[in-house]
């Protein structure tokens, strides 16, 4: 019988950034978002940028020469403990911005050191 081919899973985002943003990137995603920096292969590590994990959520952030950040893309994150999780990002300086359109969630908005754009959302129990 043959196997059935298709979409498993989201495997990572990749987010741009900037050229040399690489140390404000690592701060803001290990200490503010409380994620681990993970080893990029060496031909990949050469390039420039930083990836980061979360269980299983990873984050790519790849150098872009003329980089301008998108002001609508972004990658939805999901988290619990939402207040507590903004509380966090608050207390590292980053500007959360609450948004109660989407029914049957909490969820807000930030940006990243670079200008990236990140939803963090919780769905109401």
């Known amino acids: 019988m043959p196997v059935s081919a298709g979409l498993a899973a989201v495997d990572h985002v990749q987010l741009a950034a900037p050229p ?3 140390d404000a990137l ?6 503010a978002l409380g994620m681990t920096e993970i080893p990029k292969p060496p031909v990949l590590a050469a390039r ?5 994990a979360s269980g299983p959520i990873q984050l790519h952030l790849g150098v872009e020469e003329d980089f ?3 002001k609508k893309a972004h990658p939805g994150l999901r988290v619990t403990g939402i ?5 966090r990002l608050e207390a590292h300086g980053v500007e959360v911005t ?9 969820r807000f ?3 990243d050191p670079v200008g ?8 109401d129990v």
């Open 83 to 87: 207040a507590e999780y903004a509380a």
């Open 48 to 52: 420039g940028g930083c990836w980061f």
């Open 26 to 31: 690592r701060a803001f995603y290990t200490d």
């Open 109 to 111: 908005y930030a940006q």
């Open 116 to 123: 990236n754009r990140l939803e963090f959302l919780e769905p």
């Open 20 to 22: 040399g943003s690489e």
């Open 98 to 106: 609450w948004d109660d359109d989407l029914p049957g969630h909490r």
């Open 68 to 70: 301008h950040p998108a």
